[in-house]
């Protein structure tokens, strides 16, 4: 049948997710009201300039001029690769480097594919880790030190109707993995598609004892139903 899971379930999902969009549009709302609008896009871009100096103070402190490969291989033939270029040999305020994922397989005819966005996202989690400042939160100045090279052809880049179920949790994982591992960051994990012990080398590389959950929660009042979306394998720091 189609969809493949519950359909109350599957609309919970989206309900939650809704419900956590506008909870942060009201919350930012709020904050407009009782700051004003331009001390709140002042303090924005300072968040977003603060993520930009940090990633680039990081990546002036590792080895200069690095260039290394990091590679995953799935149980499923499936391989993820990442080519890293270091740019970091003159100032803290030019440091940049290059993620080029151009070595990974096609697109698969499973689920193991990733839409581009997730790619990012694990990118962003992989660099925010080599950050020793606990104070920074992710955010997308963290990107902009970074050329990021994913082919509309990759796994790492699906668009619809490939299938995706896979590419939250195991392929963001192996991409992780891939990223810290060129960086020398960690080895590669030893079993790649158990996100279970690659979280945990994650969490060790963050410093991290432990992980958190975000969930977010929305109620349908018409239905009388509520919703619950939970999503695991997120640092503490």
Do not use: W
């Not at 709302?29 to 871009?45: H, T």
């Not at 694990?122 to 104070?135: E, F, I, K, Q």
Request: hydrophobic share 45%; charged share 20%.
């Amino acid at each position: 049948s189609h969809p493949a899971r519950n359909f109350e379930q599957n609309l919970g999902d989206l309900l939650a997710q809704v419900a956590a969009n506008e909870t942060g549009a009201k919350q930012l709302l709020l904050a407009v009201e009782k700051y004003g609008l331009d001390d709140v896009k002042c303090y924005m871009n300072h968040l977003l300039d603060f993520g930009e100096k940090s990633v680039r103070r990081a990546l002036f402190n590792l080895p200069k001029n690095l260039e290394r490969e990091g590679k995953v291989e799935l149980d499923n033939g499936a391989v993820v690769k990442v080519k890293l270029t270091l740019k970091n040999d003159s100032a803290v305020e030019g440091s940049s480097a290059r993620i080029d994922f151009s070595g990974s397989s096609g697109l698969l005819n499973n689920n193991f594919n990733a839409p581009r966005a997730v790619t990012f996202a694990a990118v962003l989690y992989s660099v925010r880790l080599l950050v020793a400042d606990n104070s920074l939160p992710l955010n997308e100045g963290c990107l902009r030190p970074l050329e990021i090279i994913v082919p509309d052809s990759c796994c790492l880049s699906a668009q619809y109707p490939a299938p995706v179920v896979a590419g939250n949790v195991e392929m963001s994982m192996c991409v992780t993995n891939a990223i810290l591992h060129a960086f020398g960051a960690i080895a590669a994990a030893a079993t790649a598609t158990s996100p279970a012990a690659s979280a945990k080398a994650v969490r060790a590389a963050a410093g991290s004892p432990g992980s958190a959950s975000p969930a977010a929660a929305g109620c349908d009042t018409a239905r009388s139903a509520s919703a619950l979306l939970a999503e695991p394998y997120a640092p503490t720091s």
